[in-house]
């Protein structure tokens, strides 16, 4: 039988020799390029420009936030980098509408106060997601559309450009693609969505925790390629492709219209806050279980600074960095 004395000093020996918990992050961040990726099958050489891209605006943002800069400064700035990048579907390289015009949209959300802007189908405006900001904090609104967006540009002195400055060869060519396709079956009238995924996602994102802990979202697109002109899909949609508050931030890429029936920004939030869900756990079950497969994926991260990213296409363009040390890029699966 133990003495007293031997019992205390196993205790004392496993207390001294547990492992510590993992310190948490001071600060985190996930960028994303959207769902709509390259096939595998493509030239190693052409997958990692893609990575290229991805690195040096999340390298960018990691930056940012070692030295301290606030949630949305962050998130503002890399989303701001990736619309002038022609790789990804917003900005310069947005696809293009039906009509072969670019319609613009984009959002900003900042956690710690529910502030929130939005931008939807501008057509001159040449970094939208600033834009969204300044609806955020120039006006009592939420969300401006169209020409009143546009009126809202001139009246705050941003940077404006010709629509053709969004013009890409590659989106040029898949929008020609797109309606080769609906003129084959004859469904010219409806505007189905197009068959390949690639012509169906694509949106950039940024999520970021920052050193005081506040969380911010931002996210901007050009959307479907294609698309009826005056569609407006779920990023510019508070809760839907967008989303921050004190539990968690996300931005969506997919297919826009499932992310808005399914709220699939605040259904994350919820399942944390009235759920007791991890970020992990809230995530799987909403891209898993109830998106579709190939509707696309999420990022996301909550005040602990854990980071999520997943879909259920087959690739989403993400980069994920950290204060402890993380720092990747990724298309597909790990």
């Not at 205390?8 to 600060?27: E, R, Y």
């Not at 040449?126 to 006006?139: D, I, S, Y």
């Amino acid at each position: 039988m133990r003495t007293s004395s031997s019992l205390f000093a196993c205790v004392l020996f496993a207390a001294c020799h547990t492992t510590p918990p993992p310190a948490l992050p001071a600060w985190s961040i996930a960028i994303h390029g959207g769902a709509g990726t390259l096939a595998k099958s493509r030239p190693q050489a052409e997958q990692q420009e893609y990575l290229d891209a991805l690195q040096r605006v999340l390298r960018d943002g990691a930056e940012r936030l070692a030295r301290g800069d606030a949630a949305l400064d962050v998130c503002t700035a890399v989303v701001s980098a990736l619309e002038d990048d022609p790789h990804w579907n917003a900005g310069r390289g947005a696809v293009f509408n039906e009509r072969g015009e670019h319609e613009l949209d984009a959002a900003v959300m900042d956690g710690s106060t529910l502030r929130c802007g939005a931008v939807a189908g501008v057509r001159t405006v040449e970094h939208p997601v600033q834009l969204a900001r300044l609806v955020m904090e120039q006006t009592p609104h939420v969300l401006l559309m169209g020409d009143g967006a546009e009126q809202f540009a001139t009246a705050m002195g941003v940077v404006r450009v010709p629509n053709s400055h969004f013009d890409t060869e590659h989106r040029r060519r898949a929008l020609d693609e797109v309606l080769r396709e609906r003129g084959l079956r004859g469904t010219t009238g409806h505007l189905d969505l197009p068959s390949r995924p690639e012509h169906r996602f694509g949106t950039v994102g940024c999520v970021v925790r920052d050193r005081a802990g506040h969380l911010a979202a931002a996210t901007s697109t050009g959307g479907l390629t294609g698309k009826r002109w005056g569609r407006v899909g779920d990023s510019p949609v508070v809760g839907a492709g967008n989303y921050a508050d004190a539990y968690c931030a996300v931005s969506g890429t997919g297919t826009g219209e499932q992310f808005l029936r399914h709220v699939v920004g605040r259904t994350i939030a919820a399942r944390m806050q009235f759920g007791g869900q991890t970020l992990a756990q809230a995530v799987d079950a909403v891209v898993f279980d109830t998106l579709q497969p190939d509707d696309g994926g999420v990022i996301a991260v909550d005040r602990d600074g854990n980071l999520a990213a997943k879909f259920n296409s087959a690739g989403m363009y993400r980069g994920l960095a950290d204060a402890n040390g993380r720092f990747l890029v990724r298309i597909f699966e790990d």
